[in-house]
């Protein structure tokens, strides 16, 4: 029988209560140790790839320990138990009986497993500023050992240079002794839950009330609103900042203490009477699976025209099981397709950002089946065929199930062959029903909001995405309409399962790759009939075109475009017409990377950093074969710019990788063209896994970009590494690294949290 635990609603709304506290203790946890743990740990234990699931945001992640179990397991023949901190199992003793082990209790004579590993590490500090010796393994591809207790001998014996934190910069002695005299003492914990404010708990009322209203036609819109919100961090608009909250299933109605329903996954059967609740989001918020969500009085007055402004019904209200898993078009029929499409566009980054930097984005295998850069725009709801025809909508939408319901390992192919043919039937129905009406133009695409054009970055083992246009014009564009982002959203967010077996992942990545083909052949259609198989033979070149003939379904080259474009290059003049035309739309302008003039800076800025910006252009958008040093970087590095007036400013350098085509799931070194890689260098963080800081005074970014114009191999970046580059042996590492995510909470408040470390790279 699962671990159940019962949140009390009172508790939430009063201070939360002491887990534990010595009457004399000098040391709070709260107070002295989380500190220490966000500054120092987080970076590297935080959310599903903690190194040994050992997950030090919170104290209940701390009391939980470790596991030898990973998360990540894309060969494992059988689904693990799900392990997800305050979900699966709360309190110490319940997350031992699903196989963790402490890293705080003293083990007989012997002090604490993570006091030993602080005390290994704290013995071995590193070489200033210098590169780390080789035989430490870093970034995704080192093994995590993860010791227990009784091990430690044998690990520290072999790893003597590996103890915590790990290749890094260590902590100050202050910060040693501290943790170590908590740990001598007992280990105890005095966290206190994270709990809403006063206005925060009536505004909580007020979305339960909605989401829990009686009625058929309730009921359905408010299982659909939960499955598209479960991963998100919500805040109220005129909250407590840091304040977010999830919403989760329960038991229990509102008013009474949250007893969780703690399913694999948000639309699976719960067994019981179902009660949509908030709780607030508990522990250090970490960027990487911070995916926030508005609600305000605006939203759900939005929500209640959308979705309760006609006379729909509905007959009966459907069940759970892999069947409604797999189509929510005909789980959720009953409700007005318009409303289902225009709530997503509405906030049409969110979803976007659940599946390019949710759970799914994780690891090369995961991410290779998109392109390094593209744009995503959206298809406007008023010529999306699914929405105005029901003729249409009645023909696709059993075409439109998605696999990944049934994880038999003997039956991927068959099974993934039946939802490809499905998938490739409602391809060349889409086809032939467009064909018969007018020509693709402007008003094709959705223009509402800021969300409506969408820049995505994937830096080899994780992605991004970002409102507005970055970048130079990509090689390739998606174009959404709604059952492809409907279909892309469950099928990488609402069924993906991270604790899956290798059949459910493989399907999932495999139907990922028709969603980008898809999206793809959606925006083929704007441009002349005569220039799409050119794009198309571009986009899949060699091994590429064997795919395009084995799984896709063919294109229309034949019916026109409206719109009047260039014939010589008519994406880019495309492009150069969306940015006219759009242009209040585009978030973020960007004339380094697409400089139409003399001035290659942001206007209105310090004339410090425009020459900064001037001079780092010419970095921008070349290709390596005449900027070797690009072959040297990896995906995801930060510039640091300070200015003689104390000011600085940040700017993501991303390393946009060239592939043959990016249709398959293993051998992506085969299809590398590396003399086609380009830079694309904009401010801000555009990854939630810096690989690399360089930090520059303003004045010596011209010698800064000169060398790298210069450079040739490892040795000519190892030498510009020397000068500017901030080595994670660095003495002051912490600040540095803690500083971009201080830029983010500057800039974007909201979005800020602690960044990843587990990425960065020994330069």
Not at 21 to 46: L, M, N, W
Not at 455 to 469: E, Q
Not at 639 to 665: C, D, P, W
């Amino acid at each position: 029988m699962p671990y159940r635990v019962v949140i009390s609603s009172v508790l939430l709304l009063l201070s939360g209560a002491v887990t534990a506290q010595g009457p004399a203790s000098a040391i709070s946890y709260s107070r002295d140790i989380q500190p220490i743990f966000t500054e120092k740990c987080v970076a590297c234990h935080a959310c599903n790839d903690a190194a040994c699931q050992l997950n030090l945001g919170s104290g209940e992640g701390a009391a939980r320990g470790a596991s030898k179990i990973p998360v990540y397991d894309g060969e494992r023949s059988r689904a693990s138990a799900p392990t997800r901190l305050f979900y699966d199992a709360f309190g110490k003793a319940a997350w031992q009986h699903k196989g963790f082990y402490s890293v705080l209790d003293a083990q007989g004579n012997q002090a604490a497993l993570l006091s030993r590993m602080l005390e290994l590490g704290h013995q071995a500090p590193l070489q200033p500023n210098a590169k780390l010796p080789t035989e430490i393994v870093l970034g995704l591809n080192r093994e995590n050992i993860c010791p227990q207790p009784g091990e430690f001998d044998g690990y520290a014996s072999a790893h003597p240079k590996e103890g915590m934190p790990l290749a890094v910069t260590g902590l100050t002695d202050q910060q040693y002794q501290t943790l170590q005299r908590w740990l001598a003492s007992g280990a105890l914990i005095d966290e206190q839950d994270l709990a809403p404010s006063a206005r925060e708990a009536l505004q909580i009322v007020q979305w339960e009330r909605l989401l829990n209203a009686p009625g058929s036609r309730e009921s359905l819109v408010g299982r659909w609103l939960f499955e598209h919100w479960f991963l998100a961090h919500i805040y109220f608009k005129d909250g407590e900042p840091g304040h977010f909250f999830q919403w989760v299933r329960s038991r229990t109605p509102p008013g009474q203490p949250i007893e969780l329903i703690a399913s694999r996954r948000p639309n699976e059967d719960p067994g019981t009477q179902v009660y949509y609740r908030l709780w607030p989001v508990q522990g250090v918020i970490v960027h990487k699976t911070h995916i926030t969500y508005p609600l305000s009085a605006a939203k759900m007055a939005r929500i209640k025209t959308l979705f309760y402004s006609g006379n729909w019904q509905v007959s009966a209200l459907p069940g759970y099981g892999p069947e409604r898993r797999a189509n929510p078009f005909e789980t959720f029929q009953a409700i007005p397709a318009q409303a289902r499409y225009q709530f997503m566009l509405d906030n049409a980054e969110y979803f976007v950002r659940t599946f390019i930097r949710g759970p799914v984005c994780r690891g090369q295998i995961a991410t290779d089946v998109i392109r390094d850069h593209f744009w995503a725009l959206f298809q406007a709801p008023e010529h999306d065929l699914y929405i105005t025809d029901p003729n249409y909508r009645g023909q696709a939408t059993p075409l439109l199930a998605m696999p990944g319901q049934n994880d038999d390992v003997g039956s991927v192919l068959s099974l993934w062959h039946g939802y490809r043919d499905k998938r490739n039937a409602y391809e060349a129905l889409r086809r032939d029903s467009y064909a018969d009406t007018p020509a693709p133009s402007w008003s094709t695409l959705w223009a509402g909001n800021d969300n409506a054009l969408l820049s995505i970055f994937r830096h080899f083992d994780s992605a991004s995405v970002s409102k507005g246009l970055i970048g130079d014009v990509p090689q390739t564009l998606w174009l959404f309409d709604y059952p492809l982002l409907e279909r892309t959203y469950y099928q990488l967010a609402v069924n993906f399962d991270v604790f899956g077996n290798v059949s459910h992942q493989a399907q999932t990545r495999l139907y990922f790759d028709l969603i980008r083909n898809g999206a793809e052949q959606n925006f083929l259609r704007l441009m002349p009939a005569d220039s799409r198989n050119g794009y198309l033979d571009d986009w899949y070149q060699n091994s590429g075109k064997f795919k395009m003939w084995l799984d896709y379904e063919s294109i229309d080259n034949d019916q026109p475009t409206a719109l009047n474009l260039d014939e010589q290059d008519p994406k880019r003049d495309f492009v150069n017409q969306l940015l006219v035309r759009y242009g209040d739309l585009n978030a973020r302008p960007d004339p380094i990377n697409r400089c139409g003039g003399a001035y290659c800076s942001r206007p209105n800025i310090d004339p410090a950093l425009q020459e900064a910006e001037q001079t780092l252009s010419r970095l921008a958008s070349r290709p390596a074969a005449g900027l070797r040093v690009v072959d040297q970087l990896p995906e995801a590095v930060v510039l640091r710019i300070e200015t003689q007036s104390g000011k600085r400013e940040v700017y993501s350098l991303l390393r946009n990788r060239a592939h043959s085509n990016v249709a398959f799931m293993l051998g992506e070194s085969l299809r590398y063209q590396p003399g086609l890689d380009t830079l694309t260098i904009y401010p801000g963080i555009l990854s939630s896994y810096p690989n690399f800081i360089f930090n520059i005074p303003a004045g010596q970014v011209p010698d800064f970009v000169a060398r790298m114009e210069q450079a040739r191999d490892a040795d000519g970046l190892e030498k510009i590494v020397e000068r500017w580059g901030i080595r994670r042996s660095h003495p002051q590492f912490w600040q540095y690294f803690h500083d971009l995510s201080q830029h983010i909470h500057e800039t974007e408040p909201v979005e800020a949290g602690v960044l990843d470390m587990n990425r960065y790279e020994n330069l």
